[in-house]
């Protein structure tokens, strides 16, 4: 098994889980809770410490997973109290539990190494190194069983209570009348994210789960309207993402993790020019079409009040230049609005007739 392999394997084992629950976050405009969850851990590993003396990974995730839930719990506690709103709930609790632990590691742990690149700073370019053996027997990279694990957790709790999920993501309130306990959904949710992104540290770092969180499902929102859809896109992104960025490190001799988090910004950059429905260009095609929508009723309005003028008499009647008027009538007359007699006088067709009734009803 190739080192390559095993690190294409990993970020895609991080992008999968990322990706569908990030799906959610994004839609309730949560998306730097995995930041949050992240900076707030620190607390957890230095208790974990105190509590077992151990200074490996495992007790450090169990302490960072414990305080991952316990922020979720502390963020939604602050925005339920209606007084402070969502996002200022998730920067008072992470900047509060992170000085919490800077706090207990100078005051009690200033001699002692904490282990904290287990959790905070994985690097994905060691996932071949760190094997999983079992009784003498080598299982195979480690990140694989833990990754795996906490991929089919993820996918499990969201095919399980995908209904529940999507109502209560888009109108609690309903959610709430149809008796599906929306408060213990987020609650679900919330633990789903935290175990992904303490479980995921180890492999590869805050960096890239929170960049997969993100830039993938923010892709996707940009190109469909379907929560199905959006959950499959968020994660061909990722999946494309972790595979692009690993040959990109490779050429460019850079960090994978980083490399993995441009691709998916260099994805999201393409979905912001390119969508369909909300891209930059899709958006300016639209403000065109508009624009030369809006210029042909008025000439149309215009030639409606006198059935017949020339191109003279509606630049004085639009206020227009002549420029202006020969364009709008040219694209007028191809769409077959508007008819030019041989004298040069403008005459509407029923087609221009039947294009302004609707545009009086339209103003009615």
Request: aromatic content about 8%; overall charge positive; proline content about 3%.
């Given at each position: ?7 294409i394997?990993?970020g ?31 607390p ?11 200074l490996?990974p495992?007790a450090?995730?169990?302490?960072a ?6 922020t979720a719990?502390f ?10 709103k969502?996002?200022?709930s ?9 000085a ?28 071949p ?12 990279p ?8 906490v ?6 709790l ?8 999507k109502?209560?993501?888009?109108d609690?309130?309903?959610?709430v ?8 959904v ?20 805050a960096?890239?789960?929170v ?10 929102y ?7 859809y959006?959950?499959v896109?968020a994660v ?9 960025g690993?040959?990109?490190?490779y050429a460019?001799?850079?960090?994978i ?9 260099a ?17 300016a095609a639209?403000?065109?079409?508009n624009?030369?929508?809006?210029a042909r009723g ?10 017949r ?5 509606l630049?004085?009647?639009?206020g227009?230049?002549g ?6 009538l040219?694209?007028?007359r191809?769409?077959?609005?508007v008819?030019?007699?041989g ?20 103003l009615r």
């Amino acid at each position: 098994m190739s080192a390559g392999f095993v690190i294409i394997v990993t970020g895609i084992l991080v992008a999968v889980p990322c990706a569908v629950l990030g799906t959610l976050l994004v839609l309730r405009q949560m998306a730097m809770v995995g930041d949050a969850i992240s900076h707030a851990v620190l607390p957890g590993i230095v208790l974990a410490f105190f509590l077992s003396g151990s200074l490996g990974p495992l007790a450090a995730l169990v302490g960072a997973g414990a305080f991952g839930l316990l922020t979720a719990v502390f963020i939604e506690a602050l925005r339920s109290t209606g007084r402070v709103k969502e996002d200022s709930s998730i920067g008072i609790v992470f900047t509060a539990l992170f000085a919490l632990g800077a706090f207990l590691i100078s005051r009690y742990a200033g001699n002692v190494h904490l282990d904290l690149e287990h959790v905070l700073y994985g690097e994905i370019a060691f996932a071949p190194l760190n094997t999983l053996v079992v009784g003498g027997v080598d299982l195979g990279p480690r990140t694989f069983w833990t990754l795996g694990i906490v991929t089919v957790l993820a996918l499990g709790l969201v095919l399980l209570l995908y209904k529940e999920l999507k109502v209560s993501t888009f109108d609690p309130g309903l959610a709430v009348a149809l008796g599906l306990a929306p408060g213990v959904v987020h609650y679900l949710l919330m633990g789903a994210v935290s175990v992904t992104v303490v479980g995921a540290f180890d492999a590869v770092g805050a960096i890239l789960v929170v960049a997969f969180l993100i830039a993938p499902p923010a892709t996707a929102y940009l190109l469909t309207e379907r929560l199905s859809y959006m959950m499959v896109l968020a994660v061909a992104v990722g999946v494309v993402s972790a595979v692009a960025g690993y040959y990109l490190a490779y050429a460019a001799n850079v960090s994978i993790a980083g490399a993995m988090a441009v691709a998916a910004g260099a994805l999201f950059a393409t979905a912001v020019l390119a969508s369909p429905t909300h891209g930059v260009l899709a958006n300016a095609a639209r403000r065109r079409r508009n624009r030369r929508s809006f210029a042909r009723g008025l000439l149309l309005a215009g030639l409606s009040r006198s059935r017949r003028s020339t191109e003279h008499d509606l630049a004085h009647h639009l206020g227009w230049d002549g420029e202006r008027v020969s364009t709008v009538l040219r694209a007028a007359r191809s769409g077959g609005f508007v008819l030019q007699t041989g004298n040069g006088e403008v005459v509407l067709t029923r087609k221009g007739q039947e294009a302004v009734e609707n545009l009086s009803r339209a103003l009615r």
